[in-house]
C-alpha cells in the first residue's frame, strides 16, 4: 500500500512556540489534507491543498495556521503561537488521483505544555 | 453540517462476529469508507462503499449500506484479538477523492479472548 509519511511522530512544545509538522505524501498525489484529532474526539478537517495553495479550509484553520509544499515534495504545516488547546494528533492525507482512497500519515503526536 | 454518528464501544468474544454501526445526515454522500485505528497508529483505509451499492465484501469484512435510512455498518467475520482497534466511518460528497472526510467519533471494538 502507497506510504504518507510523518516527522515528527511526536513532539511536546511549551505553549506560544511555534511548531512545524512534515509530511511526505504519496508522489503522485495532487491534493493533500490536514487534520487533528484531540484526544476522545472525532477526526476532524482542518485544510486541504491543491496545487501550491489552499483549496479549502475549516473554522479552526484560523491565522495561527498555515500549510507549505517548500521543496516539492514536504508539505508543512506551521502553527505559529501553539496553545493547549492544539494539542492533538495530526494527520496528513492524500487521496489517488481521480480516486477514491485517502491515504493517511501515521499521524503527528503534539503535545503543548 | 454535515454529522457522523457512531457507538462509542463494542465488545465481543474471539470468533464471534463484530457489527459497527454509523449513520449519516448528508443524503448527497457519494463515497462511505470504514477506518481503522490501533493504539499510537494512524488510520488505514479498510473498505469503502459507494452510495450506489447496497453491500460490498472483503474477506472477513462486509459493508451494507441503507441509504434510505442512511445507516451503514460494518461486520467482521470471526473476529480475532488483532482486530481491536478504534473504527471510524467517514462520508465524502464527491468522487473525485478530493473533498474532505467527515468522520464520526469512532467505535471502541474490544475482543475478548
Known amino acids: 500500500e502507497p506510504e504518507v509519511t510523518q516527522t515528527p511522530s511526536h513532539q511536546v512544545t511549551q505553549m506560544g512556540q511555534e511548531v512545524i509538522l512534515r509530511c511526505v505524501p504519496i508522489?503522485?498525489?495532487?491534493?493533500f489534507y490536514w487534520y487533528r484529532q484531540i484526544l476522545g474526539q472525532k477526526v476532524e478537517f482542518l485544510v486541504s491543498?491543491?496545487?501550491?495553495?489552499?483549496?479549502?479550509k475549516s473554522e479552526i484553520f484560523d491565522d495561527q495556521f498555515s500549510v507549505e509544499r517548500p521543496d516539492g515534495s514536504n508539505f508543512t504545516l506551521k502553527i505559529r503561537s501553539t496553545k493547549l488547546e492544539d494539542s492533538a494528533m495530526y494527520f496528513c492525507?492524500?487521496?489517488?488521483?481521480?480516486?477514491?482512497?485517502?491515504?493517511f500519515g501515521q499521524g503527528t503526536r503534539l503535545t503543548v505544555v | 453540517g454535515e454529522d457522523v454518528e457512531q457507538s462509542l464501544f463494542l465488545s465481543v468474544r474471539e470468533g464471534d462476529s463484530s457489527v459497527i454501526n454509523c449513520t449519516y445526515t448528508?443524503?448527497?454522500?457519494?463515497?462511505l469508507y470504514w477506518y481503522k485505528q490501533e493504539p499510537g497508529a494512524g488510520l488505514q483505509l479498510l473498505t469503502y462503499i459507494f452510495s450506489n451499492m447496497d453491500m460490498k465484501q472483503d474477506q472477513r469484512l462486509t459493508v451494507l449500506l441503507n441509504k434510505k435510512d442512511k445507516h451503514l455498518s460494518l461486520r467482521i467475520a470471526d473476529t480475532q484479538t488483532g482486530d481491536s482497534a478504534i473504527y471510524f466511518c467517514a462520508e465524502s460528497q464527491l468522487n473525485s477523492g478530493n473533498t474532505p472526510l467527515v468522520f464520526g467519533k469512532g467505535t471502541r471494538l474490544s475482543v475478548i479472548a
Open positions: 448528508d443524503s448527497s454522500s457519494t463515497y
Open positions: 508522489s503522485n498525489h495532487l491534493y
Open positions: 492525507a492524500s487521496p489517488a488521483p481521480g480516486g477514491t482512497e485517502a491515504f
Open positions: 491543498f491543491y496545487n501550491n495553495e489552499i483549496s479549502e
